[in-house]
């Protein structure tokens, strides 16, 4: 079943105070040092852009003007930033680190590094793998960061892709349309198929990806000499509404004209509403219905066809 928004929030409070836990987060300093997490992260924004103001400062990190005038004024006690007068405007001060200060920041980064590599250490590849893949999918869907403007590139399939394929478009029906597990049997039947029979040159798997991260795939496979069928079109949630579906489609398209395919088939059903437009979109005709029970579901199933 799809998660509401009460179900999502009370998932995110136990994974933030499982992460704040687990990294230490609800200790009065970072990494045992005589600053604060927010102290640390100021520190790094100085560190990251120099000469840097107060008011951008607080700005991006989302502080209270106040509060980071106070850390200031520490740091300046400490003499780890120093300022000087803005020559284009008089009323604010240019911030920079002091070698104390690019020094104290360097030794806080370290030792996050360090903590990270032992909390990770013990985790396998295949663990940490999945480790980055799910940050980044946060990423896409919370973020409002260079992920998102970054291209999305097509690329064909490789060891690991079909089975990710399988596992996305099971969970995703089972989330949207309360589909039974015997859907994930169909689609591991069909990729199974796919990879004991591909013929190179003729059929094809593209994965679209953002920044690493895969936001969907389709499959053009062949049926016969002539016909070529458009299979298992499946788009992320988070990257819905980008175009994704329509660059996998137009290039399932392109393909099957330059292989001499006359013809580029389609079976799917009629409540998959956003795939269908896109379908209509890119010039496929619907040329049959058949109502069936399938997946847990009594359902109207579609045949669409393109002539190439």
């Known amino acids: 079943m799809m998660a509401g928004l009460e179900e999502t929030v009370s998932r995110v409070r136990a994974f933030?105070?499982?992460?704040?836990?687990?990294?230490?987060?609800?200790?009065?300093?970072?990494?045992?040092?005589?600053?604060?997490?927010?102290?640390?992260?100021?520190?790094?924004?100085?560190?990251?852009?120099?000469?840097?103001?107060?008011?951008?400062?607080?700005?991006?990190?989302?502080?209270?003007?106040?509060?980071?005038?106070?850390?200031?004024?520490?740091?300046?006690?400490?003499?780890?930033?120093?300022?000087?007068?803005?020559?284009?405007?008089?009323?604010?001060?240019?911030?920079?680190?002091?070698?104390?200060?690019?020094?104290?920041?360097?030794?806080?980064?370290?030792?996050?590094?360090?903590?990270?590599?032992?909390?990770?250490?013990?985790?396998?590849?295949?663990?940490?793998?999945?480790?980055?893949?799910?940050?980044?999918?946060?990423?896409?869907?919370?973020?409002?960061?260079?992920?998102?403007?970054?291209?999305?590139?097509?690329?064909?399939?490789?060891?690991?892709?079909?089975?990710?394929?399988?596992?996305?478009?099971?969970?995703?029906?089972?989330d949207e349309y309360d589909w039974d597990i015997s859907f994930e049997g169909l689609l591991a039947e069909i990729c199974a198929a796919f990879l004991r029979d591909f013929q190179p040159g003729r059929e094809f798997c593209w994965v679209a990806e953002r920044a690493g991260m895969r936001l969907g795939a389709v499959f053009l496979v062949s049926q016969d000499d002539k016909t070529a069928k458009l299979r298992m079109l499946h788009v992320e949630q988070a990257a819905r509404g980008q175009g994704v579906g329509s660059l996998l489609v137009n290039t399932c398209i392109e393909q099957a004209r330059a292989c001499g395919y006359r013809k580029l088939v389609l079976w799917t059903n009629d409540i998959l509403t956003s795939a269908r437009k896109i379908y209509q979109a890119a010039g496929f005709e619907l040329v049959e219905e058949e109502h069936h029970h399938s997946f847990g579901k009594d359902l109207v199933g579609q045949n669409w066809e393109l002539v190439l």
């Open 16 to 174: 933030n105070r499982f992460y704040t836990r687990r990294i230490g987060l609800l200790n009065e300093t970072l990494t045992g040092s005589e600053f604060t997490l927010t102290e640390t992260r100021v520190l790094l924004e100085l560190r990251m852009r120099e000469p840097h103001v107060a008011v951008d400062i607080a700005r991006d990190l989302g502080l209270d003007p106040a509060y980071l005038a106070r850390i200031l004024r520490k740091f300046a006690r400490l003499d780890l930033v120093d300022g000087s007068p803005d020559a284009a405007d008089g009323r604010r001060r240019l911030l920079r680190l002091t070698d104390k200060g690019r020094e104290t920041i360097d030794r806080l980064q370290a030792l996050t590094e360090r903590d990270l590599t032992a909390m990770l250490a013990s985790a396998g590849d295949g663990q940490r793998a999945a480790l980055g893949k799910a940050m980044d999918e946060i990423e896409s869907a919370l973020g409002e960061g260079a992920a998102s403007d970054a291209p999305v590139r097509l690329r064909s399939h490789r060891p690991g892709d079909i089975g990710w394929v399988i596992s996305r478009q099971a969970q995703l029906y089972a």
